[in-house]
């Protein structure tokens, strides 16, 4: 059974930090990353990292964001600095095993000003 185990959302201040961590498990997975989705909007990656290293980051948040990945633990880390009001969103999990995608819960990540 696949899970995605999602923590470190809340609620943060203009220029804070936030940590987002995802433990995924009940399959091998050659990618993992981090999706939002604000009100009204589509989902958006934010940033993935595969296996390999190979790390996808959306350009909105390039030298904000740092992506990282412990793979023997399957778990991803999103460490999220620089925080602005336009961050503030629902952060999904995704997990790729084969031809499936597979998606956290999600957490709410809210930046005030």
């Known amino acids: 059974q696949v899970q995605l185990v999602e923590s470190g959302g809340g609620l943060m201040q203009v220029g804070g930090s936030l940590r987002l961590s995802c433990a995924a498990s009940g399959r091998m997975f050659s990618d993992i990353g981090w999706y939002h989705q604000g009100p009204g909007k589509q989902r958006e990656l934010v940033a993935s990292?595969?296996?390999?290293?190979?790390?996808n980051v959306a350009d909105s948040v390039k030298g904000r964001f740092t992506i990282s990945r412990d793979n023997a633990k399957n778990t991803v880390y999103l460490q999220m600095d620089s925080l602005k009001p336009e961050d503030t969103s629902v952060y999904y999990c995704?997990?790729?095993?084969?031809?499936?995608?597979?998606w956290g819960q999600g957490t709410q990540v809210t930046v005030s000003s």
């Open positions: 995704s997990a790729v095993s084969g031809p499936y995608r597979y």
């Open positions: 990292v595969t296996t390999g290293g190979i790390i």
